[in-house]
């Protein structure tokens, strides 16, 4: 009897005996990748960001205890927090640095393979850290701070490429939605393990920060026995035997024949327009920018990766205690309630993890915009208020901060990272992320430097800038993404056309229309055809299974 497909449409499909797995062992294996890569992937962003809020009055102590014993005097107040800024910040610098070097690297080694070398950088700075009261040297923790940036800069860029292209069509939304979900996890968890009773208390921050080197080792001893990203080995590497192998485990001994057709027909157009251009088969950055018929899609993802910094939720972690503390909040219950600010953001990051495939990209990211530009007005009020001595007003800026967070959580928090994954072809993805990723990493040491300026110049309208943030986001997004659920990319590209005005082309070497709906149904046939000589082209129209509906 026939399986069905995610649309309810028979799928005829013939099941192999490849390493003796079935269709549930696909899934295992694909949930268990996704683990391996996110624990030491964009986990690591959320648990760094998290875990520097904890120690700050400790580092800013032994920043001042140090500075006297080189120099006779102590830091005043204003120079101490530059110093702290300067701390923060290098994270985001590191970030920056690691978006760019994300591209290459995962051109050069894969992806899998690109987030196993990324874990070197984290090591060294946890020994900077765990040495740097020893050496009686803050300047260490900085420079910790910058490879721990680097490796979340990596990390955020490599893994939602590693995931889109490892899942198949129906879940792409929802597998490269899990690095959000990640994150938001390694937030949470970061406040746990910052609270005083764990490793929060002032002997202990060195250790508190170099925690992240255990996620890492977690990693470094599970995901190499993982398989690598299919598009990568057949269309990057030309490697169709282990393309062939690695969809076999991802999706339990049933790989789709129109799924490696479409990297097969996306491998030729590659080396179509590599051909024409004169130039390496892979993008850079400068040629994406170049590329008349790309630009609309790049600064769609250009405006979603800024705005997904720009729009301060990162701020409230940075510096909840500060945004607390002129809420109201006593000074030693803060950092219980900042476990519910990580605790709100992974909650709505599952519950759209749920969604994303159900609503679609374009309106969890508008809707998510809406609402955090509904918030903060209201936060915004409640501040103004409570300074006029309204009761209550205290906890109203509370429940705003909540309500911010999880309406960050429910769209821009995950929608803004696969954007690249899903608009861009496999030559441009690298690129385009390290653009997206630059944006990212750019925007977040701007908030980081300037919102405690902001919070000095603008008092209780300090939310008013990420007011005009979302709410700008959200009209241009609303303007310019089309929706790519369940999207070839053929057809998302047809989409930005549209909106451009620009009519409907294709090139020669595109699916056909009947190939395009038996895709859109995702029909499965045996690995087998593929298997008997990897060296050998397949002939599509011999493979191309004949469903009987």
């Not at 062992?25 to 690591?44: K, M």
């Not at 040495?131 to 910790?144: D, H, L, N, Q």
């Not at 809420?327 to 600010?341: E, F, L």
Request: one cysteine or more.
């Amino acid at each position: 009897m026939p399986q069905m497909d995610p649309k309810g449409e028979p799928e005829e499909t013939i099941r192999p005996s490849i390493g003796g797995e079935d269709g549930g062992g696909g899934a295992i294996i694909l949930t268990l990748t996704i683990c391996s890569a996110a624990i030491g992937g964009t986990f690591q962003y959320g648990y760094n960001i998290s875990i520097i809020n904890a120690p700050t009055s400790y580092i800013q102590t032994f920043i001042n205890d140090t500075y006297m014993e080189r120099w006779g005097s102590g830091l005043e107040s204003s120079q101490l927090t530059l110093m702290w800024t300067i701390i923060v910040s290098a994270f985001s610098l590191g970030g920056l640095l690691g978006a760019l070097l994300a591209g290459p690297l995962s051109v050069r080694f894969g992806r899998k393979n690109s987030l196993l070398l990324n874990n070197g950088f984290l090591f060294a700075g946890a020994v900077l850290v765990l040495t740097s009261r020893v050496a009686k040297s803050f300047e260490m923790i900085i420079f910790a701070r910058f490879l721990v940036g680097i490796n979340s800069g990596v990390s955020m860029n490599v893994q939602p490429m590693y995931f889109g292209e490892s899942a198949p069509k129906h879940l792409r939304g929802a597998v490269a939605f899990s690095s959000a979900v990640f994150t938001a996890f390694g937030i949470f968890l970061g406040q746990v393990v910052g609270l005083t009773e764990v490793l929060g208390a002032q002997h202990l921050w060195p250790y508190l920060l170099a925690s992240n080197a255990l996620p890492g080792l977690i990693q470094l001893l599970s995901l190499p026995w993982f398989p690598e990203s299919p598009r990568y080995l057949l269309i990057d590497r030309g490697d169709k035997d282990a393309c062939v192998k690695a969809l076999g485990r991802l999706r339990g001994g049933v790989a789709s024949i129109l799924e490696v057709e479409e990297m097969l027909e996306e491998q030729e157009q590659q080396k179509s327009a590599a051909l024409k251009s004169g130039s390496s088969a892979n993008k850079t950055p400068w040629t994406l920018f170049k590329d008349a018929g790309l630009r609309s899609q790049l600064r769609t993802v250009m405006a979603a990766s800024s705005a997904m910094m720009l729009c301060g939720n990162d701020s409230i972690y940075v510096y909840a205690y500060y945004i607390f503390l002129a809420a109201g909040i006593p000074p030693q219950k803060i950092q219980y309630i900042t476990i519910g600010t990580g605790a709100s953001e992974f909650t709505a990051s599952i519950l759209s993890n749920l969604l994303i495939e159900r609503v679609g990209r374009r309106y969890l990211l508008i809707g998510g915009y809406s609402l955090m530009s509904f918030w903060s007005v209201v936060f915004t009020v409640a501040l103004n208020l409570q300074s006029r001595g309204v009761a209550g007003m205290a906890y109203l800026s509370m429940a705003c901060v909540f309500a911010y967070i999880l309406s960050f959580g429910l769209g821009p928090a995950g929608v803004s990272g696969i954007l690249p994954a899903e608009i861009f072809d496999q030559s441009a993805r690298p690129a385009a992320y390290m653009v997206a990723g630059s944006c990212m990493w750019v925007s977040l040491f701007l908030v980081g430097m300037l919102f405690p300026f902001i919070v000095n110049v603008f008092g209780d309208f300090c939310f008013l800038p990420f007011f005009v943030v979302c709410v700008a986001s959200a009209v241009f997004l609303g303007l310019t993404l089309p929706e790519t659920k369940g999207k070839t990319l053929a057809e998302i590209t047809a989409d930005f056309d549209g909106r451009n005005g620009k009519k409907k082309e294709y090139s020669e070497v595109e699916m056909d229309e009947p190939m395009k709906e038996q895709y859109q149904l995702g029909k499965a046939a045996s690995l087998t055809n593929l298997m008997l000589d990897p060296d050998r082209k397949p002939d599509l129209e011999s493979i191309r299974p004949q469903v009987n509906v």
